[in-house]
């Protein structure tokens, strides 16, 4: 039976979200970044602004000098977090099959819907967007297909350019559709895959589909050696647009690793007295996740970026602790350690930590000299109360340095403010 699958990609998500707050602001450019920081980037822009040559991941300044009216509104990441899980709930109104992909993008499995709702697939995701549109003034664009991998491939490829931003790619359409598109437009084909595909003679996602898989894998074992047979395995299926993966509800994903890092004005943290508030804030966050999560960790990894404008380093290493843990002092020693041995004394503009190899949290390895049942229920009776009250309800002295971002970030999420 062929499945009907919906990639659903909210336009220029942020910047959506921003204009329907923001009435007065309908037809002009809005692009959301930090306005206090010129040298930040654009994390979204809206058509109007794209028209005027802003782009994402330019510089503020940039896109100023570009577009002279651009409204810049500053970033609200815990308000598009809501709107995004709202959408995820409508959705869910038409089926149970919703797998959200980012903020802005999210997989529906309709095939069982069509029964109820009636109608074909292009039918059904008008009646979605319009929904979309009146509950958040976002307007999708949604590409349709059998599998989740031609959905995904509708939606960059087609839906974004078409007036009705619906576009379903089935697979009697593929090779005069898909096939006859640049080797670069196929899924997860960056710069440097293009360059091995164009040097193998392969320069449409067509010349990959076309191919005889065992003399494809031959051309990649040439081009990239013989680890890259999975890695032919999976450009070969994608270019056919063979997906069997199934659209799974919700994230339950397994955690392997819990990490923080922080991109830092290396001009500021120069001095080891600095740097090691910073990582101890980062420690402190890695270990609350970890405990919210009821795990503990066995290994620590440090990783650092240094440069002092000529000069530039870097530095990852992991240390295995002598019993798993998500106590801060025990992570805190291990990664002190880690960053005093491999420091190259340059200053810091990236800094790092994570705790790996996860375990239940359900046994505690006790130690002979120090009550560790007692540390975890102080922990975690600071973590109740930073539940509660906020971040910044309990911190350590040493936040409140000039160097510490701890309350920065207590503004922020994802690196950005809520």
């Known amino acids: 039976m062929s499945r009907h699958i919906f990639l659903i990609d909210g336009q220029s998500f942020y910047a959506s979200v921003e204009k329907a707050a923001h009435p007065e602001y309908r037809d002009k450019p809005v692009a959301v970044g930090d306005p206090a920081r010129m040298n930040g980037i654009v994390l979204a822009a809206c058509p109007i602004a794209k028209s005027r040559g802003v782009t994402t991941a330019s510089r503020v300044g940039e896109a100023m000098a570009r577009c002279p009216d651009l409204v810049v509104i500053r970033p609200r990441m815990g308000t598009y977090i809501q709107i995004s899980l709202l959408i995820t709930r409508i959705f869910e109104s038409y089926t149970e099959l919703v797998e959200p992909y980012s903020i802005d993008e999210q997989f529906l499995d309709v095939t069982d819907s069509l029964a109820y709702f009636g109608g074909s697939p292009k039918e059904l995701a008008a009646r979605i967007q319009q929904h979309v549109l009146q509950s958040t003034g976002v307007w999708s664009r949604v590409g349709?297909?059998?599998?989740?991998?031609?959905?995904?491939?509708?939606?960059?490829?087609?839906?974004?350019?078409?007036?009705?931003?619906?576009?379903?790619?089935?697979?009697?359409?593929?090779?005069?559709?898909?096939?006859?598109?640049?080797?670069?437009?196929?899924f997860m084909v960056a710069s440097a895959m293009t360059r091995h595909f164009n040097r193998m003679g392969l320069s449409s996602i067509g010349d990959i589909a076309r191919m005889d898989f065992g003399e494809?894998?031959?051309?990649?074992?040439?081009?990239?050696?013989?680890?890259?047979?999975?890695?032919?395995?999976?450009?070969?299926?994608?270019?056919?647009?063979?997906?069997?993966?199934?659209?799974?509800?919700?994230?339950?994903?397994?955690?392997?690793?819990?990490?923080?890092?922080?991109?830092?004005?290396?001009?500021?943290?120069?001095?080891?007295?600095?740097?090691?508030?910073?990582?101890?804030?980062?420690v402190v966050e890695v270990c609350q996740r970890t405990r919210r999560n009821r795990f503990l960790g066995s290994v620590v990894s440090v990783a650092a970026a240094e440069t002092d404008?000529?000069?530039?380093?870097?530095?990852?290493?992991?240390?295995?602790?002598?019993?798993?843990?998500?106590?801060?002092?025990?992570?805190?020693?291990?990664?002190?350690?880690?960053?005093?041995?491999?420091?190259?004394?340059?200053p810091v503009s990236r800094l790092?930590?994570?705790?790996?190899?996860?375990?239940?949290?359900?046994?505690?390895?006790?130690?002979?000299?120090?009550d560790r049942a007692r540390a975890y229920r102080k922990e975690r009776m600071i973590d109740a109360i930073k539940e509660r009250y906020g971040s910044t309800a309990i911190m350590r002295a040493s936040s409140l340095l000039e160097a510490g971002v701890a309350r920065e970030r207590a503004e922020q999420i994802g690196g950005h403010y809520k």
């Open 144 to 186: 349709i297909g059998p599998t989740k991998i031609l959905a995904k491939m509708a939606t960059d490829n087609y839906a974004k350019k078409t007036d009705e931003g619906v576009f379903e790619l089935s697979y009697d359409k593929l090779e005069s559709t898909l096939w006859t598109l640049p080797v670069h437009q196929m």
């Open 216 to 282: 494809f894998k031959r051309r990649m074992r040439r081009e990239m050696g013989k680890q890259s047979d999975i890695q032919a395995g999976y450009y070969w299926q994608t270019a056919r647009g063979i997906d069997p993966s199934p659209v799974e509800p919700g994230i339950r994903h397994q955690l392997k690793s819990v990490s923080h890092g922080k991109a830092l004005r290396w001009n500021l943290y120069r001095e080891l007295k600095d740097i090691e508030v910073v990582l101890l804030e980062l």
């Open 352 to 370: 790092s930590i994570a705790l790996s190899q996860l375990t239940d949290d359900n046994v505690i390895q006790l130690t002979l000299f120090e």
């Open 309 to 346: 404008g000529a000069r530039s380093a870097w530095f990852s290493r992991q240390l295995t602790l002598p019993q798993p843990t998500s106590l801060t002092h025990e992570v805190a020693a291990a990664a002190l350690k880690l960053f005093r041995e491999h420091w190259h004394g340059l």
